[in-house]
């Protein structure tokens, strides 16, 4: 089967199309032909091996047994293991991988009772592999950590990417007031998924404004507890999606004196049967149109390095999708 490889960290350039072995079943298992699959500033992150930390993961001086990216999918099912009752050949499935590779080939195998659901009724194959980076990490942070409760006012840094887009929609759908954070350009997009206020980061720094927060939720870490502190509530919560030593000295500080939080998680890393709860959820909210797919570019696999290159600008809307062809 076809599958876009790496063999060293480096640059967009490094992918490479490869003909890999077809993936072998499991009697718990199901094979998926993968018809979508998205692209992520963590997968950009683990080609380039950079920030080094990834390298723990993927090996230290190059990828190892990992050399397949793409962690959240969408496709049909083409066979199923002997002890599958969930699942039937024909099935179009959304998924997140469990240990976030291996998306993007043409074929994947994946446990039956893990991170993979039926895709929502109301939504293409392209627009259900959207769902599980943004919701899958929006949700748990703000449901979880952040107890988010109606009334909340909450501020999400990073709106317009594929987190933040869903934690607005969430937000909301869980009673809080929101305030995005994005740039100029991004405004008009954030007030559109029910934003109550939008604060270009060019004009105002948020700090600054005199308004505190039950929660203030740094969907993509260009920010820091030291700095945001001071618009929080008293008991209010930090929540960062990238880990710094930082943060880890304010979480323990916060468990050992209370007051307010930092908060930072691998949502990734949680039970396949809490994700797979979520992923329920999920599709639910965007069966009564809750959650609504935002996708800035499409390309075909044969461009993928060119999807890598566009997420690193740093300047996507919500998701960026790559379909097989």
Same mark, same amino acid.
């Given at each position: 089967?076809? !599958? ?41 992150? /683990?080609? $380039? &091996? ?29 066979? #199923?293991? +002997? ?10 499935? /959304?998924? !997140? ?11 994947? %195998? ?24 943004? *919701?899958?990490?929006?949700?748990? =942070?703000?449901?979880?950590? *952040?107890? #988010?409760?109606? &009334? ?14 869903? @934690?607005?929609?969430? $937000? ?31 004009? %105002?720094? /948020? ?6 927060? +039950?929660? #203030? ?10 700095? @945001?502190?001071? %618009?929080?509530?008293?008991? *209010? $919560? ?16 916060? @468990? ?9 998680? %691998? ?6 049967? +809490? ?5 329920? =959820?999920?599709?639910?909210? !965007? ?6 797919? #935002? ?5 075909? =696999? ?15 809307? &919500? ?7």
């Amino acid at each position: 089967m076809l !599958a876009m490889t790496y063999s060293h960290y480096g640059p967009a350039s490094v992918l490479q199309p490869a003909d890999v072995a077809m993936p072998k079943i499991k009697s718990t298992e199901i094979i998926v032909r993968v018809q979508a699959s998205t692209v992520t500033p963590v997968d950009c992150q /683990f080609r $380039a &091996g950079d920030p080094p930390i990834v390298r723990l993961y993927m090996g230290l001086f190059r990828p190892k047994k990992r050399t397949v990216l793409g962690s959240e999918l969408s496709g049909r099912v083409e066979a #199923i293991g +002997d002890d599958v009752s969930e699942f039937e050949v024909g099935d179009h499935v /959304f998924a !997140a991988t469990a240990d976030g590779t291996g998306g993007h080939a043409e074929y994947i %195998a994946l446990p039956a009772k893990g991170a993979v659901t039926h895709i929502p009724e109301n939504m293409s194959l392209a627009q259900a592999a959207t769902l599980c980076n943004g *919701g899958l990490t929006a949700l748990p =942070f703000l449901r979880d950590h *952040g107890r #988010i409760k109606p &009334g909340d006012r909450v501020l999400i840094i990073g709106a317009s990417g594929s987190i933040g887009t869903c @934690a607005i929609e969430l $937000a909301k759908h869980f009673g809080a007031h929101v305030t995005g954070v994005c740039s100029a350009a991004n405004v008009e997009l954030v007030a559109s998924l029910g934003a109550d206020a939008v604060i270009d980061y060019n004009v %105002a720094d /948020f700090t600054r404004l005199g308004q505190k927060y +039950d929660i #203030i939720f740094d969907t993509v870490a260009k920010s820091s507890f030291a700095n @945001a502190r001071s %618009a929080l509530k008293p008991n *209010g $919560a930090y929540l960062v999606t990238a880990p710094s030593f930082a943060t880890v000295f304010h979480m323990l500080r916060a @468990a050992a004196f209370g007051g307010k939080r930092a908060v930072m998680a %691998a949502t990734g890393l949680r039970p396949a049967g +809490d994700q797979r709860r979520d992923m329920d =959820f999920l599709k639910k909210l !965007a069966e009564t149109g809750v959650l609504r797919s #935002i996708i800035d570019r499409t390309y075909p =696999f044969a461009e993928l390095a060119k999807a890598h290159e566009y997420v690193e600008t740093g300047h996507k809307k &919500g998701n960026v999708v790559v379909t097989m062809v």
